[in-house]
């Protein structure tokens, strides 16, 4: 199942088996999230899982109204599946494996006695269990599915001339840098004297003097004892402003001075490498594996869209915008 499922429905194992967990109301037919082939989650269930997934996904601050409702439907989506993924690994009459089950219980346990107490372990491990037990069979259940036939050489090569992108070596660039560092935390000052030196180098550098020579002398950054050089790069190695920059250089030209968090900066475009298809024979390994994913990830979805075509499904979508 998706990351985010595997994170919040640990709450419906507990749910499940641990009465104790819900308010004496949650299985009042008015008090429902939704109904799968029968089954109810209760909004109280919902609720909680939501909570749960908040805190996993959006721990860094408020949430945008639209994003917040978009994953509420998310997490209501993911406990409806796992109904139906349940329902069908009991159909194939999959077992789980009791020694994994109960290394994952032993642990839990442990992790259980360090912490708080509760009110009722017991019912809390039974819980735990049961979600163990679930979540064992549904991987067993997403492995069988996901299980494609090996391509043949036909179905790579066809692969490659379709994805062009996945094996082209992007565009590099070698550059090298005179950084003149300034404190992140200095002031105003202290920056402008870094880029009236800067401006001082390049006039010199344009008069003739050697940029390599002079990035040993004056430059802070680790390159400076090969002469400023950094080698090769691709796009995201370098900062916004540095990759701006150099966008504009031909070769052997210099930039204006650059504004970066470590300080003011000169660079010389040294060459540029452009993108570069690589030959088939070359990636044909990786082209395998990335058609068998995708492929797995096709029988996956459509599975589970299958799964929900044949169900009978009723969502309360209320609790959408107020859960």
Same mark, same amino acid.
């Given at each position: 199942? !998706?990351?985010?499922?595997? +994170?919040? &429905? ?5 749910? &499940?088996?641990?009465? $104790? ?6 299985? /009042?037919?008015?008090?429902?999230? /939704? ?28 949430? !945008? ?28 009459? =999959? ?23 509760? #009110?009722? !372990? ?47 070596? !992007? ?13 992140? #935390?200095?002031?105003?000052?202290? $920056? ?5 030196? *800067? ?52 070769? *052997? ?11 003011? *900066?000169?660079?010389? =475009? ?12 070359? &990636? ?12 797995? +990830?096709?029988? $996956? ?23």
């Amino acid at each position: 199942m !998706p990351d985010v499922s595997r +994170q919040v &429905v640990v709450m419906r194992g507990i749910a &499940v088996c641990c009465a $104790w967990l819900l308010c004496a109301s949650a299985n /009042a037919a008015n008090d429902d999230f /939704a109904t799968v082939d029968g089954e109810h989650i209760s909004a109280q269930e919902y609720r909680m899982a939501v909570q749960a997934g908040i805190k996993k996904r959006f721990y860094h601050g408020k949430i !945008p109204e639209d994003k917040l409702r978009e994953f509420r439907q998310e997490v209501g989506q993911q406990l409806v599946d796992r109904i139906l993924l349940v329902k069908e690994a009991g159909r194939r009459q =999959l077992r789980a494996d009791a020694r994994v089950v109960d290394a994952q219980v032993k642990d839990y346990q442990s992790r259980l006695n360090k912490g708080a107490k509760h #009110a009722s !372990p017991d019912a809390m491990i039974a819980g735990l269990r049961h979600y163990f037990e679930e979540e064992d069979k549904l991987q067993q259940l997403e492995r069988a599915v996901k299980t494609v036939a090996a391509p043949d050489e036909t179905a790579i090569s066809a692969y490659y001339r379709q994805h062009p992108e996945l094996f082209t070596t !992007p565009e590099r660039v070698r550059a090298s840098i005179i950084l003149l560092k300034v404190d992140p #935390a200095a002031g105003a000052p202290a $920056w402008s004297a870094a880029h009236d030196e *800067a401006q001082k180098i390049l006039v010199r550098i344009n008069k003739g003097a050697n940029f390599a020579e002079l990035a040993r002398i004056h430059s802070g950054d680790e390159s400076a004892v090969n002469g400023g050089d950094m080698g090769f790069l691709h796009a995201g190695m370098l900062a916004e402003p540095a990759q701006q920059a150099l966008a504009k250089l031909q070769p *052997a030209q210099v930039s204006d001075p650059v504004m970066l968090l470590q300080g003011v *900066a000169l660079l010389r =475009l040294e060459e540029r490498s452009p993108p570069k298809l690589n030959e088939f024979k070359t &990636v044909a390994t990786r082209a395998a594996d990335l058609w068998r994913r995708e492929r797995a +990830q096709t029988a $996956w979805r459509e599975f589970i869209e299958g799964l929900r075509k044949r169900a009978d499904i009723h969502v309360n979508s209320a609790l959408y915008r107020d859960s």
